[in-house]
Every structure is written in C-alpha cells, then in structure tokens.
C-alpha cells in the first residue's frame, strides 16, 4: 500500500513540475499587440471621463504586454484608411540575462536590474503612446469609421506566431459609405438579433482575413449613464458576434 502512495504522490509531483513548465513556456511567448485608436468625429479625447478612461486602459495594456525583449506593440488610427493608418510601432528591447547558473544573489541582482530597465522603458513607451492618443485629426478621414479595415492589420500580426492581443478604444460605430458597407449613424442595427444576422452575413465576405484566435478588447468612450442612443448594446452585439465568427478567442467590452 505505501508503495502504491508513493507511485501516485510521484505522479502528482511530476504532473505540476510539467504544467509549471508549460505555464513558463506560454509566458516566455511573444505578445503583439494592437491598438486602435479611434480619431474620427465621434470620439472626443479632450473629454475628462474619455481622457481619464483611455489613458488608464493604455497604462494597464503596457503593463500587461510588455514584459520582456521581443514583445511587439503597434498603435494604428481609426479612420476613413484604417489599414494604412499606423502610427506607433514598438519592440521591447529590454533583456533578462541567462541566470541558470547563477547564485541566489547573482540572480536576484539580475532580476532586480532586469525589473528596472523594463520599468525605464515601459515609461518611454506610455509616453510615445500617450502622444498618439492626444494626436489631433482635423482633415477629411476623420469623417468615417472603418473599422473593418482592421482586420488585415491582425490577420498580419498573426501572422507572427505570436499571441495577438487587440484593443479599441473607439465607439465602434461603423460608418462607411456604399451598399456593401455598414453605416451605423445612418442605420444602426435595431436588436441584438439583427445585429446576429447582419454580423453572420458580413463574416462571411470578412473570412479572407485569417486573424487567428486572438483577444479582442473594446473599450467603449461611453459614462455608464449614457443613454441606448449614444451606447447601443446592439452595435457592441454585432461586434462580439463578428470577431467570434471570425475566431476570436475572447471578446470583450469595457
């Protein structure tokens, strides 16, 4: 009997030594992340709650993703050329020295000045970022919304094999002119259930883009008192349907 306890209490040892190992192997990937920041007419960032709102968002999507060389963000507008409209590109260049075979104290040491370079250039990148969220768009893009103009900038980023995070911070409201388009100021959807069916419809003209399953954020400029006219759950409907017809591994909203 004491044999067969010490066989499964080894089985157990081994088991967490693997899951801890592949925890370590999904940190150590590569995170590409996508911002999209919307600059057309609708969204105002001079706003207090707006300004507030977005500039702790982008903090916590640096800290977040940014952890160490090789991690990858990009800020891009959104606007009448969405696709063309990059505006920040980034690679963390901050390394952690191989500390294998390092002492306790020689690692520590190494992981406390690792820790500080990072937090040096976290603060440089909040800042460049920081910047594009309080860039001005006064020319003619600002009059249209095309948000599916973002979906050749993920299906490239995923093209990178690395784990691709998405955020927008825009109101989402789509609004491109043209018959094959959606204009949701002129016709937004008018219940989540015809923003199901418009969402399935449009997927399947938007499956040429291969975004792969990452996570996509919308975080909306909208104070939780605004009314059913200003945030309508059925335009965030037809989103979260969209992006998951398209395999999106998560969709959230903010």
């Given at each position: 009997?004491?044999?067969?306890?010490?066989?499964?209490?080894?089985?157990?040892?081994?088991?967490?030594?693997?899951?801890?190992?592949?925890?370590?192997?999904?940190?150590?990937?590569?995170?590409?992340?996508?911002?999209?920041?919307?600059?057309?007419?609708?969204?105002?960032?001079?706003?207090?709650?707006?300004?507030?709102k977005y500039q702790q968002a982008l903090n916590e999507i640096i800290?977040?993703?940014?952890?160490?060389?090789?991690?990858?963000?990009?800020?891009?507008?959104?606007?009448?050329?969405?696709?063309?409209?990059?505006?920040?590109?980034?690679?963390?260049?901050t390394d952690m020295e191989d500390v294998s075979a390092a002492s306790?104290?020689?690692?520590?040491?190494?992981?406390?000045?690792?820790?500080?370079?990072?937090?040096?250039?976290?603060?440089?990148?909040?800042?460049?970022?920081?910047?594009?969220?309080?860039?001005?768009?006064?020319?003619?893009?600002?009059?249209?919304?095309?948000?599916?103009?973002?979906?050749?900038?993920?299906?490239?980023?995923?093209?990178?094999?690395?784990?691709?995070?998405?955020?927008?911070?825009?109101?989402?409201?789509?609004?491109?002119?043209?018959?094959?388009?959606?204009?949701?100021?002129?016709?937004?959807?008018?219940?989540?259930?015809?923003?199901?069916?418009?969402?399935?419809?449009?997927?399947?003209?938007?499956?040429?883009?291969?975004?792969?399953?990452?996570?996509?954020?919308?975080?909306?400029?909208?104070?939780?008192?605004?009314?059913?006219?200003?945030?309508?759950?059925?335009?965030?409907?037809?989103?979260?349907?969209?992006?998951?017809?398209?395999?999106?591994?998560?969709?959230?909203?903010?």
């Amino acid at each position: 009997m004491t044999k067969y306890i010490a066989l499964f209490l080894l089985f157990l040892l081994s088991a967490c030594s693997s899951d801890g190992d592949k925890t370590k192997t999904r940190t150590d990937e590569p995170i590409y992340t996508l911002i999209f920041l919307d600059k057309t007419r609708s969204v105002n960032v001079n706003n207090a709650f707006v300004a507030r709102k977005y500039q702790q968002a982008l903090n916590e999507i640096i800290e977040q993703n940014i952890r160490h060389k090789g991690d990858k963000l990009e800020v891009y507008f959104i606007h009448e050329n969405t696709s063309k409209a990059r505006a920040l590109t980034i690679t963390t260049r901050t390394d952690m020295e191989d500390v294998s075979a390092a002492s306790a104290t020689d690692r520590e040491a190494a992981e406390t000045e690792f820790d500080l370079a990072l937090s040096r250039e976290k603060a440089q990148i909040r800042q460049r970022v920081f910047q594009q969220l309080g860039a001005q768009n006064a020319g003619a893009s600002n009059q249209e919304t095309d948000i599916w103009a973002s979906l050749p900038v993920i299906a490239k980023a995923n093209e990178s094999g690395a784990t691709v995070n998405v955020y927008y911070l825009s109101d989402m409201i789509e609004s491109v002119k043209g018959p094959t388009r959606r204009n949701f100021q002129v016709k937004p959807p008018k219940d989540n259930a015809q923003a199901d069916e418009w969402a399935k419809a449009d997927a399947g003209q938007l499956k040429r883009y291969t975004i792969g399953s990452p996570t996509i954020t919308m975080i909306l400029p909208f104070e939780p008192n605004a009314s059913v006219k200003q945030n309508n759950p059925a335009v965030t409907q037809y989103w979260q349907t969209l992006f998951s017809d398209l395999g999106a591994g998560t969709v959230e909203e903010q």
